[in-house]
């Protein structure tokens, strides 16, 4: 075994960033954390019968060890084999022959010979990925979820969110491994790993054993030179896996910290308090004309407690006021500096608001929502928008503000069905007291909305149109026709009630956001004089 105390300074001599997989063993078996009984040959003449002896598994796993292979499968670096000498031998000696061959300039230091770890593969709670990474604004932190060859088809599927953050700040020796168990339980997957299920009697992990590897890691992470400066920048171990209960780490990827001169300034963590709990504002993308993210965080932030009476503004060229709030027409004519901006404008404009406000200093914190063409200010003789694919449909839908926060597989199942609507300058939408049949989402374009009784709207993008009636079932009680050149997702009554039955969350937050559009209908409503 490689001596651990040398472990880091030959790293350092040679200049590498990553540390040998051999290495990463032996750091993570001293820190406490179960990892497969290994060995390390150089060629394949040095493999005899005690080079095999402290192995106990019928079949072992082969890895190259080089500095310059980090993705070992791909260049024949990874072989499964009997535990047999001349097996082994002629596994070695193969696996340096395809490499050499793939990488002629790789750095070959050998081949690990590791014992081949029996657990239940591919099935959801038996293998996870533990991280832990030294990231620049919270410091030391610790991160898992579903591990094994499909953690990026988790990723993907969950839309991002099947990962969790068990730890930040760290750095005290003060990390939680306990609250840190409780946390994963608490997630989708992490519930599969920590409780028994219909297909596991007994939980994948024991509860303590995983709470002691937590504890390793975070004490890897924790650690410091003596200058006070991180040992390692990033720890990544994938898959860890359940053998009785006990993780064991079959893969690390472990990156040591680079250098350090003089350092960053000291992040200003006071200003934490100016985002969290701000007592002035001011908003960028609030529309005057329709209802879209900005002008929704501009009443929210009018409507909570936390803001001083007067001290709320927008950022708008032309309207004087929205909803009841002043307006400017620029950073520069923000009467005072206030505690937080609220960016919600394009990613193309969201840059040069940013660069204003850090460069006049005129908002302690940011909050930055950048979108596209349905968030913002609408532009009704604008270029309409090419047609969607299905991707683009999901996107639409998601940022759509009936649909915010609903899973991508809802999502993914309404946009299936969805169709575009692309209607000329004049063409009715329908007729008040025909059948409501579908609604639309206007992505370009205006829509006027008139009743026999005198009730007249307008609706730009970003609006839902005719979605109370359709839900309810009840006839048109209002016409609707393009004021201008329209694109729209229109949806039918049937494909959403299909994906609400499916997906009751879905069902929910849809509900609770036509709650909150009938209201806003009201207030925009206006009778003819």
Not at 176 to 187: F, H, N, P, S, V
Not at 347 to 358: G, M, S
Not at 393 to 410: C, N, T, V
Not at 427 to 448: K, N
């Amino acid at each position: 075994m490689i001596d651990v105390d040398t472990l880091l300074s030959a790293a350092r001599d040679e200049d590498r960033s990553i540390l040998l997989e051999p290495e990463g063993y032996a750091l993570l078996a001293a820190a406490g954390m179960s990892v497969p009984v290994f060995t390390v040959v150089e060629t394949a003449g040095a493999v005899d019968d005690a080079t095999l002896d402290n192995l106990s598994t019928t079949e072992v796993v082969l890895k190259v060890v080089s500095p310059d292979v980090l993705h070992k499968s791909d260049v024949g670096g990874v072989k499964v084999v009997a535990c047999e000498t001349q097996s082994v031998r002629e596994g070695v000696a193969t696996m340096l022959d395809r490499v050499a061959t793939a990488m002629p300039d790789a750095d070959l230091r050998g081949v690990m010979i590791v014992e081949r770890v029996d657990f239940v593969a591919d099935a959801p709670g038996t293998e996870l990925l533990l991280s832990a990474r030294v990231d620049e604004a919270f410091g030391p932190m610790l991160a898992a979820g579903p591990g094994g060859v499909l953690t990026e088809w988790y990723g993907k599927l969950s839309d991002g969110s099947s990962h969790t953050v068990l730890g930040a700040g760290l750095g005290k020796g003060t990390f939680d491994a306990a609250r840190g168990a409780e946390i994963l339980e608490g997630t989708v997957f992490g519930a599969q790993a920590l409780k028994p299920s219909r297909r596991f009697d007994a939980a994948p992990f024991d509860r303590g054993a995983l709470t002691d590897a937590l504890k390793a890691l975070a004490c890897l992470i924790e650690t410091k030179d003596e200058d006070g400066h991180p040992v390692f920048d990033e720890i990544e171990l994938n898959p860890v896996v359940a053998v009785d209960g006990r993780p064991v780490a079959l893969d690390a990827l472990i990156r040591r910290a680079a250098t350090r001169g003089a350092g960053r300034p000291p992040r200003p963590i006071h200003k934490v308090g100016n985002l969290l709990h701000p007592k002035s504002a001011v908003v960028y993308g609030a529309s005057a004309n329709a209802m879209n993210a900005g002008r929704i965080i501009l009443r929210n932030l009018k409507a909570g407690e936390g803001l001083d009476y007067g001290r709320l503004w927008a950022v708008h060229p032309k309207a004087d006021r929205i909803d009841g709030v002043p307006c400017v027409e620029s950073t520069a004519k923000i009467p005072e500096d206030v505690d937080l901006a609220v960016i919600a404008i394009p990613a193309d404009k969201a840059a040069r608001a940013i660069e204003e406000i850090a460069t006049s200093g005129k908002a302690k914190s940011i909050i930055l929502i950048p979108g596209g063409f349905a968030e913002t200010e609408w532009e009704p003789e604008g270029e309409p928008p090419p047609p969607l694919d299905l991707v683009g449909r999901i996107a639409q839908l998601r940022d759509a503000m009936p649909f915010a926060g609903a899973k991508m597989e809802a999502l993914a199942d309404l946009a299936r069905d969805v169709r575009e609507a692309r209607l000329e300058a004049g063409h009715p939408l329908w007729r008040e007291g025909e059948a409501s049949d579908a609604f639309y989402f206007l992505l370009h374009g205006t829509v006027d909305a008139e009743s026999e009784d005198g009730m007249r709207m307008t609706f730009g993008p970003g609006d839902v149109v005719g979605s109370l009636g359709t839900l309810g079932a009840e006839p048109r009680w209002f016409s609707a026709t393009a004021a201008s050149e329209v694109v729209a997702l229109r949806l039918e009554a049937e494909t959403l009630l299909d994906v609400m039955e499916d997906h009751f969350d879905f069902a929910m937050a849809l509900v609770r956001s036509m709650a909150r559009g009938f209201l806003s209908l009201l207030e925009r409503a206006q009778p003819e004089p």
